[in-house]
């Protein structure tokens, strides 16, 4: 999803800028989903960078000012943990690890 290895341009230079700024940017959205939507054993880190895309424009608004970025993440997070947005789909034939890691639990209890 990052396309880290597409570019449109055939200067060297450029390309090497897109590059580290893809770079930068998968950085934020992983420090961003480990911050948020780690801890949600029901996450798709898919649905979740998606999220984040999303609000990347609310985001880059908010990067100035410390204060509003944390308002910002905080409400990323509500967003995560509140929404089936960033939950994975339920399956009954190929359960998912976190649905099987949850019968473990319930197995031993």
Same mark, same amino acid.
């Given at each position: 999803?990052?396309?880290? &290895?597409?570019?449109?341009?055939?200067?060297?230079?450029?390309? @090497?800028?897109?590059?580290?700024?893809?770079?930068?940017?998968?950085?934020?959205?992983?420090?961003?989903?480990? %911050?948020?939507?780690?801890?949600?054993?029901? !996450?798709?880190?898919?649905?979740?960078?998606?999220?984040?895309?999303?609000? $990347? *424009?609310? @985001?880059? $608004?908010?990067? &100035?000012?410390?204060? *509003?970025?944390?308002?910002? /993440?905080?409400? /990323?997070?509500?967003?995560? $943990?509140? *929404? %089936?947005?960033?939950?994975?789909?339920?399956? !009954?034939?190929?359960?998912?690890?976190?649905?099987?890691?949850?019968?473990? !639990?319930?197995? !031993? &209890?």
């Amino acid at each position: 999803q990052s396309r880290l &290895a597409v570019s449109r341009s055939a200067n060297v230079w450029r390309i @090497l800028c897109e590059i580290y700024v893809k770079l930068l940017i998968i950085l934020i959205q992983h420090w961003i989903m480990l %911050t948020g939507l780690w801890e949600i054993p029901q !996450r798709s880190l898919t649905k979740g960078v998606q999220a984040i895309q999303e609000q $990347a *424009s609310h @985001l880059a $608004a908010c990067i &100035a000012e410390r204060r *509003s970025l944390i308002k910002c /993440l905080k409400q /990323l997070a509500k967003l995560f $943990a509140s *929404s %089936t947005a960033c939950r994975q789909n339920k399956r !009954r034939k190929k359960p998912n690890n976190w649905m099987r890691l949850q019968q473990v !639990r319930e197995w !031993r &209890a």
